[in-house]
């Protein structure tokens, strides 16, 4: 683990180290799409760590609130959490079994040029999400 990273991290934002807050930020850290605080939870008990849902969710409030992460509400009217700073991703998202796949690319960061040209507005961030269904529930649902 990247604990040294870490500790840096959590003191320049006046964040006591502890092994959850590592555990926690590691596990957001390394994930390529949101997770929600279960799935943080189910993988945390996967590496043998001891974190109760209840203290993972404080976490990820401290962590909103120092601005270390973002919460978004994408999926199914539940947050998901993801490390901010390390460039905004897309996201297109299964309405069916709730699988979120992150886009490698902007789609539309030519726009959002154009926008701020014809307007004279100053846009500071976008989010843009994709809802439909993944390949897996696509043939579930052509086999009815």
């Known amino acids: ?7 840096e ?12 807050r590592e555990w926690v930020f590691h596990i957001l850290r390394h994930e390529n799409v949101p997770l929600t605080a279960e799935e943080i939870y189910l993988k945390q008990i996967e590496e043998e760590s001891k974190i109760s849902l209840s203290t993972i969710y404080r976490i990820l409030d401290v962590f909103v609130s120092k601005g270390l992460i973002q919460k978004s509400n994408i999926s199914d009217n539940k947050a998901v ?3 901010s700073g390390i460039g905004h991703k897309h996201h ?3 309405t069916s ?11 539309i960061e030519e726009y959002e040029k154009t926008l701020e040209e014809n307007t004279g507005f100053e846009i500071t961030s976008h989010k843009l ?12 649902k052509k086999g009815l």
């Open 1 to 7: 683990m990247e604990n040294s990273k870490y500790k």
């Open 9 to 20: 991290i959590f003191r320049k934002n006046n964040m006591k180290v502890t092994k959850q």
């Open 81 to 83: 959490y993801e490390v």
């Open 92 to 94: 297109l998202i299964c």
């Open 97 to 107: 079994c709730g699988k979120i796949i992150a886009l490698d690319h902007c789609p």
């Open 129 to 140: 999400a994709f809802f439909g269904y993944c390949p897996d529930c696509k043939g579930e």
